[in-house]
């Protein structure tokens, strides 16, 4: 019995017994497996602290200057930690407001993403307005776009060309400069009106634009 206890390590593998440091890295080898099948299966359960909101989000892609109505929106589920700040959790709260830029199918609507004082704060800072500009040259309309930041420039006594863009009839005015674009409305052709411009300024300058555009002609210089 003392010889069997005692065998020598040929000896264990002719007589089939495995030393003992072939067990240890069996052993080793199975609870690091073990290991790596606990560390799959909680990465793949849901973490319990991740909470989710309903929030409203476009329901299709959405044009810009488009007022919302229901079907334009849906309400959806989604990670507290991946929510924007301002998202709105109502649809009726949306629904006949203007939406000031586009936005793509399943994206997360906030409160500067439609037309609202938070949009005007947004873009220029507090005590900020929104004033729509009439562009005597409507061909801008097809280039400018929300986020943009331009300066307003009025012209006094200018008159229409055969073509029907102004022609000024004096040096241009600065009114206004940095003013940030935040819609562009379409053009309606059929009612025969022209698109608007509306842009974000300082209270101060917003009224100087409003009163300009009642009298002169107005344009715009792109940054």
């Not at 989604?78 to 998202?87: F, N, Q, Y």
Request: without cysteine; glycine residues 8%.
């Amino acid at each position: 019995m003392g010889e069997s206890l005692n065998a020598s390590l040929p000896s264990r593998l002719v007589h089939g017994v495995r030393p003992d440091w072939t067990r240890t890295m069996v052993a080793r080898r199975v609870a690091a497996g073990a290991l790596v099948v606990l560390a799959a299966v909680a990465a793949l359960r849901p973490d319990p602290s991740d909470r989710h909101t309903d929030v409203v989000v476009a329901a299709r892609d959405l044009a810009s200057g488009v007022e919302l109505v229901a079907a334009d929106l849906r309400i959806e589920s989604r990670s507290a930690t991946a929510i924007p700040d301002g998202s709105e959790t109502d649809v009726d709260r949306l629904v006949g407001t203007t939406l000031a830029g586009p936005a793509r199918r399943g994206e997360v609507l906030t409160d500067v993403r439609v037309l609202s004082s938070r949009l005007a704060e947004a873009a220029v800072g507090p005590d900020a307005r929104v004033v729509p500009v009439h562009l005597a040259d409507t061909a801008l309309l097809d280039l400018v776009r929300p986020g943009d930041v331009v300066d307003v420039l009025a012209v006094s006594g200018a008159v229409a060309s055969a073509g029907g863009a102004a022609v000024a009839a004096e040096r241009p005015r600065v009114v206004a400069t940095n003013a940030v674009v935040v819609l562009v409305s379409p053009r309606t052709k059929d009612a025969g009106r022209d698109g608007v411009v509306l842009v974000a300024l300082p209270v101060a300058k917003a009224n100087e634009v409003a009163g300009a555009s009642l009298a002169q002609a107005i344009t715009l210089t792109f940054h």
